[in-house]
Nanobody
Framework: VQLQASGGGLVQAGGSLRLSCAAS????????MGWFRQAPGKEREFVAA????????RHADSVKGRFTISRDNAKNTVYLQMNSLKPEDTAVYYCAASQSSSISTIATMWARYGMDYWGKGTQVTVSS
């Protein structure tokens, strides 16, 4: 599975962006997907995860109520809708796939168990 994230950019605080992560391969629908971010000088952190069917999602407390993860298996794409953006949301955003981990495991132990595939990141910059 190859992943390509897009949709990043520069936005003012309070604005919105929608990130997309396009996946290659026929088995996309069998993978749980996650979004992560890494700000300069900080460790990569979990943002959101979605189950293979899309029925279950998990969001980090820092983005809950503002960000929404979704997926379209027919289009092999996972999305991250980001609303009410804050300067502290500035980071490189990465999408990743896991065939074996639940979204709870992705949310809490992704660094320990790893993700199967990572995409290249897309930069999100929120100005104050």
């Amino acid at each position: 599975v190859q992943l390509q994230a897009s949709g990043g950019g520069l936005v003012q605080a309070g604005g919105s962006l929608r990130l997309s992560c396009a996946a290659s391969g026929r088995t996309f629908s069998t993978y749980a997907m996650g979004w992560f971010r890494q700000a300069p000088g900080k460790e990569r952190e979990f943002v959101a995860a979605i189950s293979w069917s899309g029925a279950n999602t998990r969001h980090a407390d820092s983005v809950k109520g503002r960000f929404t993860i979704s997926r379209d298996n027919a289009k092999n794409t996972v999305y991250l809708q980001m609303n009410s953006l804050k300067p502290e949301d500035t980071a490189v955003y990465y999408c990743a796939a896991s065939q074996s981990s639940s979204i709870s495991t992705i949310a809490t132990m992704w660094a320990r168990y790893g993700m199967d595939y990572w995409g290249k990141g897309t930069q999100v910059t929120v100005s104050s």
